[in-house]
């Protein structure tokens, strides 16, 4: 099992930036795949970015390509998502999100992952 922490988040302008960290309690971090997703008000969850076990592959949703950048640091159990030019639209609840990479080596879909943060609010004002 995995516990995970999201910490991070808050307002800032449109235009800034933000750095989101997920610190893991467990077991075994470097054997999950992680990933953030987020949900905004009156929307459905959405992924957002995702990194393997070993960080060899990152992949990202089209709406933050060349924005955001996830990554991960084994040794601190922690992975990271770093938020720059961001928009009005990217104002949400964002998770961290874990599943065994024997399970599923990556993946975009939020119901394949078995382990989520609280949450962390991230609101970017025009």
């Known amino acids: 099992q995995v516990q995970l922490v999201e910490s991070g988040g808050g307002v800032v302008q449109a235009g800034g930036s933000l750095r989101l960290s997920c610190a893991a309690s467990g077991r075994a971090f470097v054997s999950y795949t992680m990933a953030w997703f987020r949900q905004a008000p009156g929307k459905e969850r959405e992924f957002v970015a995702g990194v393997t076990w070993n960080s060899d592959n990152t992949y990202y949703a089209d709406s933050v390509k060349g924005r955001f950048t996830i990554s991960r640091d084994n040794a601190k159990n922690t992975v990271y998502l770093q938020m720059n030019s961001l928009r009005p639209q990217d104002t949400a609840v964002y998770y961290c999100?874990?599943?065994?990479?024997?399970?599923?080596?990556?993946?975009?879909?939020?119901?394949?992952?078995?382990?989520w943060g609280q949450g962390t609010q991230v609101t970017v004002s025009s």
């Open positions: 999100s874990a599943v065994a990479s024997w399970k599923k080596f990556s993946s975009i879909r939020g119901d394949e992952y078995d382990y």
